[in-house]
């Protein structure tokens, strides 16, 4: 229908009551109802949900799966700002992420409204919308700074990050002190504890509602594929894993153990098998999760080698002429370096590898080439998870056990729903696929366990670091620095699970106080009997092992002064009996006994230790050894058995040497035992259950009540270790911020007390550009192997620096150690000499062949590292100028001057 003025007018098959529900919502919420009409899609409930939380003038925390659409929650909060001619502050966990936004919100709302804050970059930063990390929001916060005047809401994108063991503190910080007029919009990943983390915030925000949605908007199907059968995981009900899963599972086994099993290892998967099975289903694209950097680049070599080929030729041309254009500003000699011609070929048939150890460049182009749908299959690290918007058809995971910087573990159900959650592009696919490869140690039973679960639990790892220490003291003094750590979410969790604890302890109190009434006796109090013989058999147990080990060291001591030919006595074991000795078999190391070879009288011969010596052995006789006796030979053995037999024909046994007398405390309390009227009780056996089991609880009562004792102002005693450390070093003098303390205010690094020192005490100044930017990657630098097992060179110029700082290093590890802190990583070197070559102006090549150590140095990892150095320098430029000498102010110089050389090619932010 048209009317007078034009305008279409469709009709509208609501019920009178939804369009009545419907005209109130948009009274009752305008600007969601303005702000909804610029999607081609009606919102979610959730959506919705969280919108008008906001719009009532509330803080939201909203947790839903990956891929549900968190980030309009977000954007509704920059448009409320635009709308009340306010600012919103739009943060993000890294920089690819903010610049990923930035320009996402500069074509929504224009480049004049947008701005983009990530440290070393600035653009229209008092514009009202800025984009940037949290740790410039922090440092924002920290500093004071006049762009926090008119702000009315920030966004913390990926909130979960506050888990994260080096930064997740970042988050904390801001949330705690950002200005109470502040709305904070919280979008994190699904956790298991969405109300608690949500009970902190209304704790230190206020007013905050928490919105949770745990409806993927894509179904998720879970699948493992058994050779070449791509099988259900489970049965149609989706609560039993599928029957003939579980026999397809029983019959690979058995091939397995025909073919030899485990005996050779975990069996080579053929991922270019596994990428075409899942092209034949039309199950690509696929992010192929293999926990390796050198298993990913691996597998795109064995699919480009056996041809593979998933793309066609407009499609190849489209990739060639974008991953062209995208490394155009680099070096040819440095793109060379990388393998460029090779990862080109990769991407030219569909098929790449995305993890940390490529150019930030190359991951660039993967990113968005794969969400063009140009790439069909990457080979990903578990890396991809964290906040990269790469959505997928499918899912493949090779194995359920990835290192985690120690250990080899078992993926968790969070892990699992994080990796798995890319699986399913909305308003494209209609159901994601997750895909499990078959091995001998993947069971069907434990994936469908991790599918299954929802146990993933947002913990905090907030903790006290010396530049939040100066920071807090000198914004606002110790008591609202203490305010602000009784604050955090660490210590609201370490209180809420106190409480649990002593919950747990006082249940086991009542328990204990049945099994002590109980024990009641009518001739006195049987408890105290009781704990009376417990001490008796304890200092008796005590007594019995002070003795082994005094007969022990006497073995150890006669043993080694015996000589070949000597007929001893073994007292213990199924050899014992007479033997004669014939010389040590091993030297004495730590933590090793050391052995003796014997011949015995039944001709036995073999290597023992101490304890079949029980005491000190002393020598019965001699028999002269042959001088090129074999012990190994049986007949030589055999006459060398009769002479001992008959050396010892007529010999007595040995008498066993009795133990230390009896102590006088355990004399004491076994009068005092013995003395005890309940010792004549009848009832003395009843009564001994009774208060076994009392001491048992009031033991682990006890125990509990200590661990609770612990987590109570757990943060409060790490933060006055914290202000003891800073005080002996001069950052504090008493409750003040010192000169000193105001130079560590300024560096935002993980060592940044060793950097403090080095700056103050002037052992870094003289230093040229190059040699600077060596120096101070060894503070920020953590090799992926242990560089002590290693020689690892330094260049020249600071060879005497480097020994300075270690000599620093350790004096602060000293201090840590005394108060059970450990918050100063030692510096590592691996980095100083391609930095070095690098920051000369070398080419990538050189800069990278550079590197000591089990392998080469990847291109991306360089990139990453040179970066924070290049970080690190900028921060130490501006803190040097603030010392004001001549020397700091030349290594400022020298400072800004590494950072111009360092962010070029490769590692500038294009």
């Not at 058994?226 to 026999?247: I, N, Q, R, T, Y």
Request: glycine fraction near 8%; charged fraction near 25%.
């Amino acid at each position: 229908m048209v009317s007078s003025t034009g305008d279409v007018h469709y009709a509208d098959d609501r019920s009178p009551a939804r369009r009545h529900a419907a005209a109130k919502a948009r009274r009752t919420w305008p600007e969601l109802a303005s702000f909804a009409e610029e999607y081609p899609f009606d919102l979610d409930d959730f959506q919705i949900q969280a919108c008008r939380v906001l719009e009532d003038g509330h803080g939201v925390l909203v947790c839903a799966p990956t891929g549900a659409g968190k980030t309009v929650v977000g954007e509704f909060a920059v448009h409320l700002a635009l709308a009340e001619d306010a600012k919103c502050f739009y943060t993000t966990p890294i920089k690819a992420l903010s610049n990923q936004k930035f320009n996402d919100l500069v074509e929504t709302h224009g480049a004049e409204n947008v701005g983009l804050l990530t440290g070393d970059t600035v653009i229209n930063g008092e514009a009202p919308i800025v984009v940037m990390t949290t740790e410039v929001l922090r440092n924002m916060i920290y500093a004071g700074s006049p762009t926090l005047k008119g702000l009315r809401y920030v966004v913390m994108d990926e909130v979960h990050y506050l888990a994260d063991r080096f930064r997740g503190a970042v988050w904390e910080e801001i949330i705690i002190e950002l200005p109470q007029q502040v709305r904070v919009v919280s979008l994190s990943a699904t956790v298991s504890n969405a109300e608690e983390f949500g009970d902190w915030l209304k704790s230190v925000r206020g007013s905050t509602e928490v919105v949770v949605s745990e409806t993927r908007p894509v179904p998720l199907w879970q699948h493992m594929m058994v050779g070449g059968a791509l099988l259900d995981l489970f049965e149609p009900d989706g609560d039993h894993v599928s029957k003939e899963l579980l026999k397809k599972d029983a019959r690979a086994r058995e091939r397995s153990e025909r073919g030899g099993g485990r005996r050779r290892g975990r069996p080579h998967v053929d991922r270019g098998r596994v990428v075409e099975r899942l092209d034949r289903a039309a199950l690509l694209p696929a992010i192929y999760f293999i926990f390796s950097r050198a298993g990913c680049d691996a597998a795109v070599d064995e699919c480009v080698r056996a041809g593979l080929q998933l793309t066609g030729s407009a499609e190849r041309q489209l990739i060639i002429d974008h991953a062209t254009a995208a490394t155009a500003h680099i070096d040819a000699r440095d793109l060379e370096a990388v393998g460029f011609e090779r990862w080109l070929d990769g991407l030219a048939a569909g098929i790449a590898a995305h993890h940390a150890g490529l150019l930030p460049v190359f991951k660039e182009v993967v990113e968005k080439l794969f969400e063009r749908g140009l790439l069909k299959a990457v080979f990903a690290t578990e890396t991809l998870a964290l906040g990269i918007n790469m959505p997928a058809r499918s899912v493949v995971l090779e194995r359920l056990i990835k290192y985690d910087g120690s250990d080899h573990v078992m993926l968790t159900p969070g892990q699992y729903t994080q990796l798995t959650g890319r699986a399913g592009r909305r308003g494209i696919d209609v159901e994601g696929h997750a895909v499990t490869v078959w091995a001998e140690d993947v069971r069907p039973k434990e994936v469908a366990g991790l599918a299954s679960k929802r146990t993933y639990p947002l913990n905090s790892s907030f903790a006290p670091s010396y530049n939040m220490a100066v920071n807090l003291i000198g914004a606002a003094g110790v008591d609202r620095a203490s305010e602000v750590l009784a604050s955090s979410f660490a210590q609201f969790q370490s209180d809420t699970e106190a409480v649990h604890i002593a919950e747990q302890a006082r249940a086991l109190g009542r328990k204990a106080a049945e099994s002590a009434e109980a024990a009641a006796c009518d001739f006195g109090d049987f408890l105290e009997y009781y704990e009376l013989t417990q001490r008796l058999s304890q200092a008796e147990r005590g007594a019995q092992k002070r003795r082994k080990g005094a007969r022990r060291d006497a073995a150890r001591t006669t043993l080694g002064e015996l000589r070949g030919g000597d007929v001893v006595w073994i007292t213990r074991g199924k050899h014992a009996g007479w033997a004669v000795f014939l010389r040590p078999t091993s030297h004495r190391k730590a933590g090793h006994d050391p052995r003796w070879a014997v011949v015995t009288a039944d001709a036995w011969t073999g290597s023992l230790d101490t304890s079949a010596f029980d005491g000190g052995v002393e020598v019965a006789t001699r028999i002269r050894i042959p001088k090129h006796f074999n012990r190994k030979d049986a007949r030589e053995r055999a006459d060398m058995a009769s002479r001992l037999r008959e050396a010892t024909r007529d010999m007595p046994r040995p008498v066993r040497r009795g133990g230390a007398p009896e102590t006088p405390e355990i004399a004491k309390l076994r009068e005092e035992a013995k003395a005890h009227p309940c010792r004549s009780c009848p009832d003395a056996h009843q009564h001994t259950v009774h208060a076994s089991r009392w001491m048992r609880l009031h033991r682990e009562e006890e125990q509990l009540r200590r661990r609770a004792g612990r987590r109570e102002h757990s943060l409060a005693r790490q933060f006055a270790a914290v202000r003891e450390v800073l005080t002996e070093f001069g950052y504090l003098d008493g409750e003040t911020v010192t000169e000193s303390g105001r130079l560590l205010r300024n560096l935002f690094v993980e060592t940044d007390l060793l950097v403090a020192q080095c700056l103050r005490d002037g052992i870094w100044e003289g230093l040229d550009a190059p040699a600077l930017a060596a120096i101070a990657s060894t503070v920020i630098y953590d090799s992926r192997f242990e560089e002590d097992e290693f020689f690892v060179a330094v260049p020249g110029p600071i060879s005497e620096p480097v020994a300075k700082t270690g000599r620093r290093w350790e004096a602060i590890r000293r201090a840590e150690n005394q108060r059970g802190l450990s918050l100063t990583a030692k510096p590592q070197l691996g980095l100083a000499w391609p930095i070095y070559r690098w920051t000369r102006g070398e080419e990538l090549s050189k800069a990278l062949a550079a590197s000591d150590g089990p392998w080469p140095m990847p291109g991306g990892d360089f990139v990453r590292w040179a970066r924070r150095t290049a970080d690190l320098l900028h921060q130490m430029g501006t803190a040097a100028r603030q010392i004001g000498t001549d020397s700091s102010h030349k290594l400022a110089d020298a400072a800004f001057e590494a950072v111009d050389a360092i962010r070029r090619g490769v590692v500038a932010d294009i």
